[in-house]
């Protein structure tokens, strides 16, 4: 659905007024888009949609902070994903198990490839490849990969270091690979 400008203005202007209507059509409007980025960052669906029922709660109080100026589904894109960062620093105890064990012999199976040993892998297969990393791997990899942060920013934003964040990206990044390796062998 696609409004116009004046129309979305009425409604943010109605949301900054607790109206409640004004509310659920912001959260209709973005609930289907936003669902999908938080799974990404999620263990399963039930915390997919825990961080996006935090989100969209975060996206009523801070409300009054929309200007305006840029996008306003960037800007509640923004806001679900520092709430998925958010849910992944307070269960970061939960999600720092030993994230080594996951990659197993990876001097092995990492070699370059032809690009059409690939040619039968989905947007699927890579959905399903990404969510099998650990939680620590898959924030790491998001944040760079699909929302453009900087490893200095990811590092900020998760408590880690730099080099860290560069050695999760690339440990993520041979995860993916080995999965979907196992994939097109099946």
């Given at each position: 659905?696609?409004?116009?400008?004046?129309?979305?203005?009425?409604?943010?202007?109605?949301?900054?007024?607790?109206?409640?209507?004004?509310?659920?059509?912001?959260?209709?409007?973005?609930?289907?888009?936003?669902?999908?980025?938080?799974?990404?960052?999620?263990k399963n669906?039930?915390?997919?949609?825990?961080?996006?029922?935090?989100?969209?709660?975060?996206?009523?109080?801070?409300?009054?902070?929309?200007?305006?100026?840029?996008?306003?589904?960037?800007?509640?894109?923004?806001?679900i994903v520092?709430?998925?960062?958010?849910?992944?620093?307070?269960?970061?105890?939960?999600?720092?198990?030993?994230?080594?064990?996951?990659?197993?012999?990876?001097?092995?199976?990492?070699?370059?490839?032809?690009?059409?040993?690939?040619?039968?892998?989905?947007?699927?297969?890579?959905?399903?490849?990404?969510?099998?990393?650990?939680?620590?791997?898959?924030?790491?990899?998001?944040?760079?990969?699909?929302?453009?942060?900087?490893?200095?920013?990811?590092?900020?934003?998760?408590?880690?270091?730099?080099?860290?964040?560069?050695?999760?990206?690339?440990?993520?990044?041979?995860?993916?690979?080995?999965?979907?390796?196992?994939?097109?062998?099946?």
């Open positions: 659905m696609k409004l116009e400008q004046a129309e979305l203005e009425e409604i943010v202007k109605g949301c900054k007024r607790q109206h409640r209507l004004s509310q659920q059509k912001v959260y209709e409007m973005y609930y289907g888009k936003m669902l999908p980025l938080c799974k990404r960052y999620a669906s039930d915390e997919a949609k825990d961080i996006l029922q935090n989100g969209f709660i975060k996206v009523f109080e801070k409300i009054d902070k929309y200007d305006f100026n840029g996008s306003f589904g960037g800007w509640v894109r923004r806001l520092n709430t998925a960062i958010d849910h992944y620093r307070k269960h970061k105890k939960e999600f720092l198990i030993d994230d080594d064990s996951r990659v197993e012999d990876t001097d092995k199976w990492y070699e370059e490839e032809s690009e059409s040993k690939y040619e039968g892998i989905s947007s699927e297969d890579i959905k399903y490849a990404i969510a099998k990393l650990s939680p620590a791997y898959k924030m790491v990899f998001n944040l760079y990969i699909l929302e453009g942060y900087t490893h200095q920013e990811i590092a900020g934003e998760l408590g880690i270091s730099v080099g860290t964040s560069k050695s999760n990206l690339a440990k993520a990044k041979l995860n993916v690979k080995k999965i979907l390796i196992k994939k097109l062998k099946k």
